[in-house]
T-cell receptor
């Protein structure tokens, strides 16, 4: 069965410190993974997708098929990174997504 | 700007009432989705539609029904609301090709008393 696990409900870090959000998945096919972010009072929006291999707002995520992980990382957290982050797995060729439970990130000065 | 809108934004209702949540989009996307968000559970897919004539159940469709009135409109109905349907409901759209991002509406906060 497909599953996305985000083990941390809350991650509290200091400004300037590194931040890593964990995401593990189970999927029998070739995975396509995404990170979505929801800032306070804003809509859920795409942060990055693994096929693009891009860095957005200083965040990167590497797909590790051996460990079935897609952790999100940023070397120096900023206060504006405070948000809810969701890891999502595309479960079929039609674009359906399965979301993890989400990780709330709080960056304190 | 092309957008995804949801009405109402907030709704309080009583157990047993019929409720309709509406979603409209001006993005020209074929695919539309309804999710509910609950604390600690993330977003779960209720229904999805890949075009006007194609509607499919998602992970948690029991107690819900949908209608795709046009390419731009996708409504979610709760025929007889119950308290555990209290949640934040999101509509989303995407283009036809898999692997593309989904664009979300602002959400509807529904409270069933």
């Amino acid at each position: 069965a497909q599953r996305v696990t985000q083990p941390e409900k809350l991650l509290s870090v200091f400004k300037g410190a590194p931040v890593e959000l964990k995401c593990n998945y189970s999927y029998s096919g070739s995975p396509e993974l995404f990170w979505y972010v929801q800032y306070s009072r804003q809509r859920l929006q795409l942060l990055l997708r693994h096929i693009s291999r891009e860095s957005i707002k200083g965040f990167t995520a590497d797909l590790n098929k051996g460990e079935t992980s897609f952790h999100l990382k940023k070397p120096f957290a900023q206060e504006e990174d405070s948000a809810m982050y969701y890891c999502a797995l595309q479960t079929d060729s039609w674009g359906k997504l399965q979301f993890g439970a989400g990780t709330q990130v709080v960056v304190t000065p | 700007d092309a957008d995804v809108t949801q009405t109402p934004r907030n709704r309080i209702t009583k157990t047993g009432k019929r409720i309709m949540l509406e979603c409209s989009q001006t993005k020209g996307h074929d695919r539309m989705y309804w999710y509910r968000q609950d604390p600690g559970l993330g977003l779960r897919l209720i229904y999805y539609s890949f075009d006007v004539k194609d509607i499919n159940k998602g992970e948690i469709s029991d107690g819900y029904s949908v209608s795709r009135q046009a390419q731009a409109k996708f409504s979610l109905s709760l025929e007889s609301a119950i308290p555990n349907q209290t949640a934040l409901y999101f509509c989303a759209t995407s283009v036809r090709t898999g692997g593309n991002e989904q664009f979300f509406g602002p959400g509807t906060r529904l409270t069933v008393l």
